[in-house]
């Protein structure tokens, strides 16, 4: 089983092609002069300058957090995806350029990390805890394996083969203990394994993998260490469990910790589950999951309630305001759900895939291209939001960069990776898992999937026996052709040959309740539209939101809006407020309450914040 | 208009008389103990030690926060208030040892201080914005007062009366520019004013008040002079509207900043403006009290929603789980709104004074009189606190004691100074502003007040020619004698001589509801009786209280309960909970609803918490 590559699929979708030339054409070449520090009133990055400090060729210090350099890295893992479609000499460029900096660099052992080398040369390796060189190491072979794949060009991947082998000779079994207090390289180096077809690459990881959370915690063993000093004092406070090092990997069952970490390791286990058919590993990452999906995760596919750890909490601690719900999280989540698929094939695996693509991974880019949020939050007051320090960390509007830039820069490489989920072979069967407008050739193969609306035409040349349909969470598919299903997919028996099938994917409205034990949505209800969650905003609902109310019968009609892509349609219906007659000079009252019958019209959550500062809601007060 | 004085009052009230009995015979003594660091697992208090260090007796180090000096003044102003009903020579032989501690720690010119004395004798006056010298002056000037009060002894006056002309000689027109990053000084002083009849006291009050938010602000000042560093530097982020000096008192609108400055320094302003008259200062306390019970408070009497700071946010900005709502705030509000009673006899001000109490104070102190809550939640989910940092301000028990240990001798002083706050006369009319069972005799009049359940006797014998009886929010007042009534008193007509007045005050219970612009409270409703607000602990009721659904037209019936105060039924209502079928592998649902039919059980707010750690919760989802 394996997904048809992001450099076979070329995207024609009305909503996902638009979103594929945002990154290519707007975010990239943004992102870029924000490397280089030529964006004003943004956040400073350094990032390039560092390269720099780091080769010898600047006289400016380091600057930044430790594991900037990964900024430059997913940044070019997102160009190499925008090279698969249309080669483009001027990112090329700048990637070559990059990647001549980069080899610079790298200190003759094959050892690259600037904060390390510029700063603190002697204390490699002595804080795997805080330090992120592997997490960094493993951002550098996922863009050198993407850029090699893109353009064919290998110096970037030989960089990072020269670094991996250095890492491969410093840990293991008879040489150093040790994994990364940042999972990243795990997963970085079974992707390096698939193109080199090396062998050691995937037994590191595994070592990484197997030797977390066995005997004496490394982390607590550093930090008992003569002469050990905090780089994020912070940390202090976390244990094991923050850094999922509280077990061995196999025993663990809920996600706990930091959330990108967690969602990166798990993504790696089920990976490496897979690839070595290792049954308790398998085990260990359908609990996790599990424990994910239906006890920690926000209705938009967010992540991680707790600001301070940026981490899991606890089942049902799903605040609305005070959500953290990192970005980088919820594109964790896709890495996770859809290698959890690899391993089980299940498609509801593919509905959190969804879930969180199409609600909080998108929320994080605005619609300019130029404005990222790395909190999701459920719910925003902004007059609460900025006069709360405890709130500081929800933003009102998208910003510009951030000082630790880790989302932005993911978001770019995961948008334009799309193409490489969609599609999935498995001998004679053929997955298509996500209904976006596209097309592949791949040996005597030709699919192609074209989308007008809610109705599709896809078109199957050659190739497999049976084609697998995934029916998308709370949609219908109607087709006169299409007719049996099993476990949530549509099957077309394919006889070979040329043929076309019909079909049309209906988004459902539905109104959703969650768990009686999330305290912050008891007596709340949300509307969904297919997987796409939806909020009311106040610019086209009068504020105070917390006074609307949903009848739990709500019926909605669909309206296409000129701000919105064609499919996505706002949302209408009758609802009520609760009157502030009678409030005046009084904050509680044993009056009855009145309610006015009032229009509430709500936009994909996605959407919210892209026309200026205002409240925000994805829970509404039932009726 | 004038308070009869707890030195005056002899308090005879099933409730109340157990309170005040618990902090004389267990608290006060604990508290000793604590301070001079004698109970295990408690946290470290130092207090006593620190005196000695300052007075050259002990070699030790200074240790703990730069206010803590405060901890040994507010226990002498709680003994001070014991003493007032019942001389205790062991009680005041310890004050008398901690009086001649005080009086070896003061240096020759008058000055008090255990911190700077001992860590930073040069940096006197330098860091008015954290230091804390003049609010730990002014809780010396508290005790003093009171103790002189309650013994006749002067020895302790003449120490603070010294500090408090060194003071006057240091600050003020033409002498040094200051005022208190932390108000009490000021309140302090008029308390002294009015003991000592001396002037300059009142006058040193008015400029600290006058001075303030005129002008540079002295604040921003100190923090630019060349080796300023900060004791907190948190404080670093804090503007000038957290110390309440952005505009002059005058022209403040709205409660703003760290809640418990807040409310010392609006209740100086209250008393300031009615000594002088001052019209202006008096309207800014209107405006102030206004905002803070109708736009600020939780309807348990707390203010001050952000752990962050410890401060006031914003209007309806009131969230029930992450809530700060500090026990010294509520107190604060106690002595700001008994104040404003004085400058307006508005009768609603005491509702405010008595929800304060009867709630979010009370709710302070355990039953054992050994366990503390400094932060005080309307919704604890204990599994939802230990996992959460963001909530790890929020105790799900009350603890044997605080390294910033503000809150428990502060409830110790405000609880056994009740007595002082029932009365009031005013020329010839007698205002009983909150009926707890007491007496009373100053010059030829004698009040007695005898309360058995809601039933009350009232014997007057000379003196007054009418009495107000205040009519609590949210209680009948049934009598055959007294029927007159206006603004929220019944009044009596004493013709003079000896009479007894016969009356039942019957707490009503309701159902409230916030304002509609309070997030945290949409679609919630809670239960009142008199001016107890009422909460549902696990305890009583399954987990998760989330769960749990209260009709909007519940019945409540009353119940007595071994472990509670005569006066505090418990109440019991048939509601629902939502039933957790179907719900098991599943976190978002859109299924119906089920409701299953639940009694549910509600304890006094202020008592939650003495059963166990559990899950409680004040809002209750509406059906």
Known sequence: MEFVQVADVKLNDPMWSRQFALV????LPYMWEILNDRIEHAAKSHCIENFKVAAGKSDEKYYGVVFLDTDLYKWIEAVSYCLTVERNNELEKLCDYAIDLIKDAQLSDGYINTYYTSVAPDERWTNLMEGHELYCAGHLIEAAVAYFKATGKDQLLKISRRFADLIDQTFGKDKRRGYPGHPEIELALIRLYAVTEEKKYLELAG??????GMGDNIFEEECKKEGHSYIFPEMIH??????????????????????????????????YARLTKDQALAAACERIFDNTI????????GVGASKLGERFTSDFDLPADSAYAETCASIGLMLFSSRMWLLNSKKTNYDIWEQALFNTVLSGMGRDGHHFFYVNPLEVVPQTINHNPTLSHVKTQRQKWFSVACCPPNLARILTSIPGYIYALDGDCLYILSHLGSSFKKGGLYVNLVRKGDAYTLTIEGGPKRVFLRLPENSELVSDQIKDHEDGYFIIQHAGGKNEYFYSLIPQIRILRAHPSVSAAAGKLCVQRGETVYCAEQVDNAKPLSALRLPVD?????????????????????????????????LYSSQSCVYESREITLIPYSQWGNRGENEMRVWLTEK
């Open 238 to 271: 976390f244990k094991a469990d923050y850094f999922q090092s509280q077990v061995p990997v196999r025993e663990q069952c809920c996600a706990s910790g930091h959330s990108v970490r967690a969602m990166y390791l798990y993504s790696a286990m089920a990976d």
């Open 554 to 586: 709500a019926v909605f009609s669909e309206e296409k809006v000129d701000w919105l892509d064609e499919n996505m349609p706002i949302l209408k219906t009758v609802g009520y407020s609760v009157s502030e007659k009678n409030w005046d000079q009084t």
């Open 207 to 212: 070592y990484f993998l197997d030797e977390r």
């Open 24 to 27: 290519k054409d707007i975010v």
């Open 294 to 301: 239906t006890r920690q995760m926000y209705v938009t596919g």
